[in-house]
C-alpha cells in the first residue's frame, strides 16, 4: 500500500515536471475542437518559455524528451493506481476507511476552521482520516485523476478514433487538453496543501509512518492512562 | 526546533533534492540506456493503440469547423531553386514519381493525380506542441496508387522524401523526409492532398501534394512530397529512424 503511494507520488512529480516542458511547446490554451489562435481561453509567457527551466523536465527546451518522460511516467502512474485500486477495494478499505460518514459532512465546516488555526485531531482521532482528508483523498483520487487520465488520453489522435464520446465528453481536444492543464494545477494545489499539512502536522512522525506505517501519537490528557505514546502499524 | 525553523529546514531539502533530482533527470534523459528504457513506453503505446482503433476513420467534422486561421508549421516554402522554378510554373512539370519495390514504377503529373479516384474529407490536425486546426482536404487515396503500382511482396513501409530542406549538417542540408507502415498507408483516410479547403494546396501548407495520416500527429504528414517509395526498412534512410522529427528524437509512431 505504501509503496504504491510512492510510486503514484513519483509518477506524478516527473508527469508534472515533463507535462510543463510540454505544456511550454505551445503555453496557450484554447476551448473547442481546434485552437482559435487570436481567441486563447488563456495565454503564457508572451510566447517565450511559460515555465521556467528549474522546474521542467528536460530542464533545456526538448518536447521530445519531455514526452517520452510523459508517456513513460503515464504508465507507472497507472501501475501505481492499479495496485493501489486493486488492493484497496479488495479488503474493503476505501469504504472503511475513506467514505465520511453524515455527521462528519456536517462537521466539516468546523474540521475546516481547525485546520486553519493548525489543531489537529490527536489522541485516538487521529489513528483515522479526518473528514477534510476523507474528502480530499476521495476527490483526487477519483474525480481529479480520472480526469487528468481521461483528458490525457483524448488528446491522442489514435485513441480519440477508438473512443470518439471522449471528445464529445470533454468538449473537443482543444478543452480536453484545458481540462488537462487545470486537473494538474487542482493536484498541485493538493500536493502543496499535503505537504503543508505533513510538515505542519510534525514532518519527522508523519513521513516515518508513511514510510514504514508506524507512527507515535500525542496523547490527550487522560486520568486512567499515563500513556505518553502509542506506536501502532497503521496498515 | 522551532516550528519556523524546522518548516524552513524540511523546505530548503525538499527544494535541494528536486534540484538534485532534475539535474540526475537530464544526465538520465542524454543516457542511452534509459533513453532506450522510456522509449519502450512507444512500442506499447503503437501495439494497444493499433489494437484499439483497428481501421475506424478519424472523426471528420462538418465545414462550420473548419478553422478561420490554419497554422503552417515547419518549412512554408523550400528554398531550392527547383522547388522554385516549378512553383513559377504552377507545377505543371511536377511529377510525383512513386518507385522503390514496386512492379511498375509510376510518374505522375497534378493532372494525373486529379483524375485518379479522389476522396474529401474534414479532419482535425494535431500538433505535437499542442494546438489543433481544422481544414477541408481533397486529394488521391494513397492505396489506390500503390496499386496501380502494384507492391512486391517484400514491402513493408512507404517512405516520402520532400522538397524542404529544414536543417543543414556538415554533409549539406538535410531533407525532410517520413516513413509510415503499409496499416496506415492503406488506411482510406491517408491521401496524397493536392487541395486545401477548396482551393490549390497552398505553398505553405505543402504544395503540390501533401500527406494527410489523420490518426497521427501532424509532423507525420510530410509536406512537398517529391518522390515515395516501397521499402522493406528505413534503417538505412539518413538518421535510420525513419523521419526527420524521429531523427530528432521524436516517436514513430506519433499516435498519441
Not at chain 2, 469547423?65 to 512553383?87: K, L, Q, V
Not at chain 2, 556538415?170 to 486545401?196: F, R, S
Amino acid at each position: 500500500m505504501r509503496a504504491t503511494h510512492w510510486l503514484i507520488a513519483l509518477s506524478l512529480f516527473v508527469l508534472f515536471l515533463s507535462g510543463l516542458q510540454i505544456f511550454n511547446a505551445h503555453p496557450a490554451l484554447y476551448w473547442g475542437n481546434a485552437s482559435e489562435f487570436d481567441q486563447p481561453l488563456l495565454s503564457f509567457g508572451g510566447g517565450d518559455r511559460a515555465f521556467p527551466s528549474w522546474i521542467t523536465l528536460p530542464a533545456e527546451q526538448d518536447l521530445a524528451g519531455g514526452r517520452r518522460w510523459h508517456f513513460f511516467f503515464a504508465w507507472c502512474l497507472v501501475a501505481g493506481l492499479g495496485v493501489y485500486l486493486v488492493a484497496n477495494l479488495s479488503r474493503g478499505r476505501i469504504g472503511r476507511d475513506l467514505l465520511p460518514t453524515g455527521n462528519e459532512l456536517r462537521g466539516i465546516g468546523r474540521s475546516a476552521l481547525d485546520h486553519l488555526r493548525l489543531r489537529f485531531p490527536h489522541g485516538e482521532k487521529a489513528r483515522h482520516y479526518n473528514v477534510l482528508q476523507k474528502v480530499a483523498y476521495l476527490g483526487v483520487m477519483f474525480v481529479v485523476i480520472p480526469l487528468v487520465i481521461l483528458t490525457g488520453l483524448a488528446l491522442s489522435p489514435a485513441i480519440d478514433t477508438a473512443f470518439p464520446p471522449l471528445l464529445f465528453i470533454f468538449g473537443g481536444r482543444q478543452s480536453a487538453r484545458s481540462l488537462h492543464f487545470f486537473g494538474t494545477t487542482i493536484l498541485f494545489l493538493f500536493f502543496v496543501v499535503h505537504i503543508l499539512m505533513v510538515v505542519a502536522a510534525g514532518p519527522i512522525n508523519e513521513m516515518r509512518s508513511i514510510i514504514t506505517g508506524w507512527f507515535a501519537i500525542r496523547a490527550v490528557p487522560d486520568p486512567k492512562s499515563t500513556n505518553v505514546k502509542q506506536v501502532h502499524d497503521s496498515d | 526546533m522551532t516550528p519556523i525553523n524546522r518548516r524552513t529546514f524540511v523546505r530548503g531539502t525538499l527544494a535541494a533534492a528536486a534540484g538534485a533530482c532534475l539535474s540526475a533527470c537530464d544526465r538520465l534523459t542524454s543516457s542511452t540506456a534509459i533513453g532506450g528504457i522510456l522509449k519502450s513506453a512507444e512500442s506499447v503505446n503503437r501495439t494497444l493503440s493499433r489494437t484499439l482503433i483497428g481501421q475506424s476513420l478519424a472523426r471528420e467534422y462538418p465545414a462550420s469547423a473548419i478553422s478561420a486561421h490554419f497554422r503552417a508549421n515547419g518549412t512554408t516554402e523550400p528554398d531550392s531553386e527547383s522547388y522554385r522554378r516549378m512553383a513559377e510554373n504552377q507545377f505543371a512539370d511536377y511529377r510525383l514519381e512513386i518507385g522503390g519495390l514496386v512492379e511498375n514504377p509510376l510518374r505522375l503529373s497534378l493532372a494525373e493525380l486529379r483524375a485518379a479516384p479522389t476522396r474529401t474529407q474534414i479532419t482535425r490536425q494535431d500538433c505535437v506542441e499542442g494546438w489543433s486546426c481544422i481544414a477541408k482536404w481533397r486529394g488521391a487515396p494513397l492505396g489506390s496508387l500503390l496499386n496501380r503500382a502494384g507492391l512486391k511482396p517484400q514491402a513493408r513501409y512507404i517512405a516520402f522524401f520532400c522538397a524542404d530542406a529544414p536543417a543543414n549538417s556538415l554533409e549539406g542540408k538535410v531533407q525532410y523526409y517520413e516513413t509510415i507502415d503499409l496499416n496506415d498507408a492503406y488506411h482510406p483516410q491517408t491521401i496524397l492532398a493536392y487541395e486545401m479547403n477548396d482551393q490549390t494546396l497552398p505553398i505553405a501548407h505543402g504544395a503540390p501534394l501533401r500527406l494527410r495520416l489523420e490518426r497521427q500527429l501532424g509532423y507525420k504528414m510530410a509536406k512537398y512530397i517529391m518522390r515515395l517509395e516501397a521499402i522493406e526498412s528505413f534503417a538505412s534512410i539518413d538518421g535510420g529512424q525513419g523521419g526527420y522529427w524521429e531523427d530528432r528524437g521524436y516517436e514513430w509512431y506519433a499516435g498519441i
